[in-house]
């Protein structure tokens, strides 16, 4: 077979052709098809960025617009608004969250970004996120529902609290008093939110065997599992009676981070940027901006409890 022949390739050229100059020829024609397609592709990306957003059943989304790459990033600009209202007094912030639902796919991210970021253990969630079917078989889908605690701005947990370790501070989080908690649990029954948990001091590691192959390492997870967390900017390590465990828990939106001029971690963790939170008394916040929406709606509010999350739909 000739060496000039190239099987599912461009004809092979004369023999007068030289050699060296077919490979330029070949290079060429190489680097013009690509850059083709760079064009192409670049062509494509630009019909896609002048459509208009859609949701999922074909109508344009009403939501926050996602940002131009020339804009700053939602949590860039968070975290200014942030930083801004750390530099008001603490009675005149009032902080906030709002969650689009048309953005949350139920990755559960910001669930295991608290659990790691607050150290929780089995079963004390403060941030689940509900799931529920919809439709009719064989056409269903999921809907998702982050429940962080809604920092009520009328809370029936605090009231029902007999020794007063759960209050509202200054700024409308509601807390805990670790130390003035003596575990009855009232405020778990007086939440309409299902927001409180109990710690009975359980760790993900208490049935790991504990034969010789297993033993250092459940010993480096205990460790990890009794390390302090820095909720409400104390250390506290889990130690069977000592609080937390025995405690009544929940989410307190992560002051410890707000305090030190972070965003709470599930909204740093959202992969959609889902979640918007910051100071609603400042007009200029995005936090602010988005609850000023119509389409936004806040749980159970014929209760009364004026809850400052907030829910986009």
């Known amino acids: 077979m000739s060496e000039d022949h190239d099987p599912g390739g461009d004809p092979a050229p004369p023999a ?6 077919r490979r330029s020829r070949r290079a060429f024609l190489n680097t013009l098809g690509g850059a083709a397609a760079a064009l192409l592709a670049l062509d494509v990306l ?3 960025a002048a459509a208009p957003a859609t949701t999922a059943s074909g109508a344009t989304a009403s939501g926050p617009p996602l940002p131009a790459p020339t804009e700053a990033d939602l949590l860039l600009r968070m975290q200014g608004d942030l930083r801004r209202a750390l530099a008001r007094p603490a009675h005149l912030r009032r902080w906030a969250m709002a969650i689009d639902l048309r953005r949350c796919i139920g990755c559960h991210a910001c669930t295991i970004a608290c659990v790691a970021e607050n150290k929780l253990p089995p079963g004390v969630v403060y941030r689940p996120v509900l799931e529920e079917e919809i439709g009719t078989y064989p056409n269903v889908s999921r809907r998702f529902l982050p429940r962080p605690c809604m920092q009520c701005e009328n809370p029936p947990c605090v009231p029902v609290c007999p020794v007063g370790a759960t209050y509202r501070r200054p700024d409308g989080i509601v807390a805990m008093n670790y130390d003035q908690c003596i575990g009855c649990r009232y405020c778990i029954t007086a939440c309409p939110y299902g927001a409180r948990t109990f710690d009975f001091g359980r760790t993900y590691t208490e049935t790991t065997p504990t034969g010789a192959p297993a033993l250092v390492g459940r010993a480096s997870a205990e460790g990890y599992e009794r390390a302090p967390a820095r909720e409400y900017t104390q250390r506290r390590p889990r130690e069977e009676g000592a609080s ?7 989410c307190h939106f992560c002051v410890h981070r707000i305090e030190a001029g972070l965003l709470p971690a599930c909204v740093t963790t959202c992969v959609g940027r889902a979640t918007f939170f910051g100071d609603a008394s400042d007009p200029d916040s995005l936090i602010a901006q988005v609850i000023a929406r119509p389409n936004t709606m806040r749980l159970k509010e014929d209760l009364g409890t004026k809850p400052r999350v907030y829910y986009l739909l």
Do not use: A, D, F, Y
């Open 16 to 21: 007068s052709v030289p050699r060296r100059t």
């Open 46 to 48: 630009e019909q896609l």
């Open 244 to 250: 937390p465990i025995g405690n009544v828990r929940k």
